[in-house]
Each structure stands twice: as C-alpha cells, then as structure tokens.
C-alpha cells in the first residue's frame, strides 16, 4: 500500500512525509540512477569497508559464538547481495535499496560494538 495514499493520514501527515524522509530518499535514489556507474563503484568500496570494519570489531570482541558467526554471515550476505546487483544490472531501486540495508546492517554493528 502506497503510503501517500493511507487513507488512515491526514494532509499534514501526507505533507510532511512528502517533505520528509520520503523525499529525501527520493532525491538520493534520483541521484543514484542518474550516476549509477560511477555512484556503483564508490558504493562497492564504501559498503564493503564498512562491512569489512563491522567483522574486525565483531571479532575482535572476544571469541567467536554462533550468534557473532551468525552476524558475520548477514554482514557478508548483506554486502554480496549489493554487489551482485550492481554486477547483474538490476533495477536501480533494488539495488539502491540493497546499498541502503547494507549500510545500515553495518553500522549497527560498528555501533553496537563500540557501546
């Protein structure tokens, strides 16, 4: 369901969503198809340093568990599956959207490890 469309919002939840949140990814992902080469290549490099930061302090905390394997494999399956979509070409939403939930993963863990 298209949240604009909620019928549940009153004009003022519309408009601020429109003003928003919702607008700023709007402009990112119009920015991100307008370059999408270039943007591609920077965004495997960043996303996977990040990545790559998260596992350091992740193993670094102390012995390896499930749980902390566990987190290490979403953060690798995370980061691979944005970098499969540049290489397979596919939408620039999805992969956008893939560069985004990488991201965040990322640095929740960086964050979570630092507390």
Same mark, same amino acid.
Do not use: W
């Given at each position: 369901?298209?949240?604009?469309?909620?019928?549940?919002?009153?004009?003022?939840?519309?408009?601020?969503?429109?003003?928003?949140?919702?607008?700023?990814?709007n402009n990112l992902?119009?920015?991100?198809?307008?370059?999408?080469?270039?943007? %591609?290549?920077?965004?495997?490099?960043?996303?996977?340093?990040?990545?790559?930061? %998260?596992?350091?302090?992740?193993?670094m905390h102390g012995?390896?568990?499930?749980?902390?394997?566990?987190?290490?494999?979403?953060?690798?399956?995370?980061?691979? %599956?944005?970098?499969?979509?540049?290489?397979?070409?596919?939408?620039?939403?999805?992969?956008?959207?893939?560069?985004?939930?990488?991201?965040?993963?990322?640095?929740?863990?960086?964050?979570?490890y630092l507390v």
């Amino acid at each position: 369901m298209d949240v604009l469309n909620n019928p549940d919002l009153t004009h003022s939840d519309t408009q601020r969503m429109e003003n928003g949140p919702l607008k700023t990814y709007n402009n990112l992902l119009a920015e991100f198809k307008k370059g999408r080469m270039g943007y %591609a290549a920077i965004a495997i490099i960043g996303q996977s340093c990040l990545g790559s930061v %998260a596992v350091m302090l992740l193993l670094m905390h102390g012995r390896p568990t499930a749980v902390e394997m566990f987190v290490v494999f979403l953060i690798t399956i995370f980061c691979m %599956a944005f970098n499969a979509s540049i290489l397979a070409q596919l939408k620039s939403k999805i992969a956008f959207n893939l560069l985004i939930l990488s991201v965040v993963f990322s640095c929740s863990v960086i964050v979570a490890y630092l507390v």
